[in-house]
């Protein structure tokens, strides 16, 4: 579900007027719901709510603090792939001991902190790391807890970009050498407590059977470990897809509305009622890795339009938000459905590229798109911007990263501020 509608002619997110929010905090602006955030949370949850599990958000998608706040106060974990992203949960009120670290180059720093700290599992993606974990602990005096991501070598069919899964790809252990790496850990690395398996296939799925086909080649194995060295979970990891293209309710019937809306077989009742029984059986702990499902269609971006460009090829809207705020559409060719603030009189639509200030010619957030006419000074709203949104910004072309709103019932709460001009040199010296 996601939370944005128009209401009297006005596009709202919960019970808050967007053009309110973007007057009063400018643009571009990420606004988030957290009721979508919460709705998304308890749906995972109640859907897996026969298994024993835990659902470890992963902090990636969307790390700003009141958003993991949110994540734990309703009971979640974490998933994190970096200390930074560990102080972040902690700072939010999230526990250690309901995170997993993942990812395929920790730092001495980094493990350090986390076994210090005391962190639920280390998710390991090859031999070396573990020796060097286990070196790690052994100078700590500590026992490290591990899991082993097992590469299961299945095509996720997303975005080459966002595949992880594949004997290609540099994450996890090769399917076939796993029972091997399990066997040294257990022989050669005294520091290291063997805990679990975890996998993780891809981003943005939009079919469940790339997932049971990953889920049905893992099981045996997973049986294997359990029997011999005692495993205590399995996480299946994360990567179920969103609708980035939405019929939006305008109450008096106007263009967008007649786009039909896309055709998406994955629900989260389609994901659960094909996995739940498969993971059933195996009587272990089960996590999830959510990171898109829980947070991209909770947010938007908001951007006005700065000018109009007609040229002999093509019309421009050249907004004030660019690649440097969203990077999705160039990096991944990410498709972002971006509407008005402000409903249309009629249905009449133009062609154009939505392009921002940066100079880089892969600087758009739309290419070829059927817009109602649109002007200067008009506000768009970028819609399913939840996840890799922010996260992925940056300060390229010396622009300050926008702010962040959260939004919860008819209230709204600045929860990031814009950075200033200062903030963005902050750090930096001037020869003497
Ligand atoms: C990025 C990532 C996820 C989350 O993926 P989504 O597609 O956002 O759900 C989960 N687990 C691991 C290990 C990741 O790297």
């Known amino acids: 579900m996601h939370s944005f509608r128009y209401l009297e002619g006005r596009l709202h997110v919960e019970n808050v007027d967007l053009e309110s929010l973007a007057e009063k905090y400018g643009t571009p602006l990420y606004v988030y719901s957290q009721g979508t955030i919460e709705d998304h949370f308890k749906r995972l949850d109640a859907g897996v709510?026969?298994?024993?599990?835990?659902?470890?958000?992963?902090?990636?998608?969307?790390?700003?603090?009141?958003?993991?706040?949110?994540?734990?106060?309703?009971?979640?974990?974490?998933?994190?792939?970096?200390?930074g992203e560990l102080f972040r949960v902690l700072k939010a009120g999230g526990r250690a001991a309901n995170c997993t670290f993942a990812g395929v180059g920790k730092t001495r720093d980094e493990i350090e902190f986390?076994?210090?700290?005391?962190?639920?599992?280390?998710?390991?993606?090859?031999?070396?790391?573990?020796?060097?974990?286990?070196?790690?602990?052994?100078?700590?005096?500590?026992?490290?807890?591990?899991?082993?991501?097992?590469?299961?070598?299945?095509?996720?069919?997303?975005?080459?970009?966002?595949t992880t899964g594949k004997?290609?790809?540099?994450?996890?252990?090769?399917?076939?050498?796993?029972?091997?790496?399990?066997a040294a850990v257990a022989n050669e690395c005294p520091n290291l407590e063997i805990?679990?398996?975890?996998?993780?296939?891809?981003?943005?799925?939009?079919?469940?059977?790339?997932?049971?086909?990953?889920?049905?080649?893992?099981?045996?194995?997973?049986?294997?470990?359990?029997?011999?060295?005692?495993?205590?979970?399995?996480?299946?990891?994360?990567?179920?897809?969103?609708?980035?293209?939405?019929?939006?309710?305008s109450g008096d019937a106007t263009w967008w509305s007649q786009e039909s809306a896309e055709k998406h077989p994955l629900t989260i009742q389609a994901y659960t009622d094909a996995i739940v029984p498969l993971l059933e059986p195996l009587r272990l702990r089960i996590l999830m890795e959510p990171g898109r499902?829980?947070?991209?269609?909770?947010?938007?971006?908001?951007t006005r339009v700065l000018y109009e460009k007609k040229g002999n090829a093509k019309t421009f809207k050249i907004v004030d938000a660019g690649m440097n705020d969203l990077i999705r559409p160039t990096l991944y060719e990410g498709w972002?459905?971006?509407?008005?603030?402000?409903?249309?009189?009629?249905?009449?639509?133009?062609?154009?590229d939505v392009v921002?200030?940066?100079?880089?010619?892969?600087?758009?957030?739309?290419?070829?798109?059927?817009?109602?006419?649109?002007?200067?000074?008009?506000?768009?709203?970028?819609?399913?911007?939840?996840?890799?949104?922010?996260?992925?910004?940056?300060?390229?072309?010396?622009?300050?990263?926008?702010?962040?709103?959260?939004?919860?019932?008819?209230?709204?709460?600045?929860?990031?501020?814009r950075q200033t001009l200062d903030d963005v040199v902050k750090g930096e010296r001037l020869l003497p």
């Open 356 to 417: 921002g200030p940066i100079c880089e010619t892969g600087d758009f957030l739309a290419q070829n798109r059927d817009l109602p006419p649109v002007k200067a000074g008009d506000l768009l709203a970028v819609m399913s911007a939840g996840a890799y949104g922010f996260t992925m910004a940056s300060n390229y072309n010396t622009r300050p990263l926008p702010a962040e709103v959260m939004v919860h019932g008819s209230d709204a709460y600045l929860v990031r501020e």
């Open 293 to 302: 499902f829980m947070v991209g269609n909770a947010g938007t971006l908001l």
């Open 195 to 249: 805990r679990g398996i975890q996998m993780h296939i891809g981003s943005q799925l939009t079919s469940v059977d790339p997932f049971v086909e990953a889920v049905k080649k893992v099981i045996p194995l997973v049986e294997q470990i359990k029997e011999r060295h005692g495993i205590k979970f399995f996480s299946v990891g994360g990567g179920i897809g969103i609708v980035y293209k939405h019929m939006l309710d």
């Open 114 to 162: 986390a076994l210090k700290e005391g962190i639920y599992c280390f998710n390991a993606e090859s031999e070396a790391e573990l020796r060097y974990i286990n070196q790690v602990a052994g100078e700590l005096g500590r026992k490290a807890p591990v899991a082993l991501r097992v590469n299961p070598n299945v095509d996720a069919k997303t975005h080459a970009k966002i």
């Open 336 to 352: 972002h459905q971006i509407v008005p603030a402000q409903a249309p009189a009629d249905n009449s639509t133009e062609l154009a």
């Open 49 to 83: 709510a026969k298994l024993d599990h835990l659902i470890c958000y992963a902090v990636k998608a969307n790390s700003n603090l009141a958003v993991l706040q949110t994540i734990a106060r309703m009971g979640g974990g974490f998933d994190i792939v970096s200390g």
């Open 167 to 182: 004997s290609e790809n540099k994450f996890g252990i090769d399917f076939d050498r796993v029972l091997e790496a399990y």
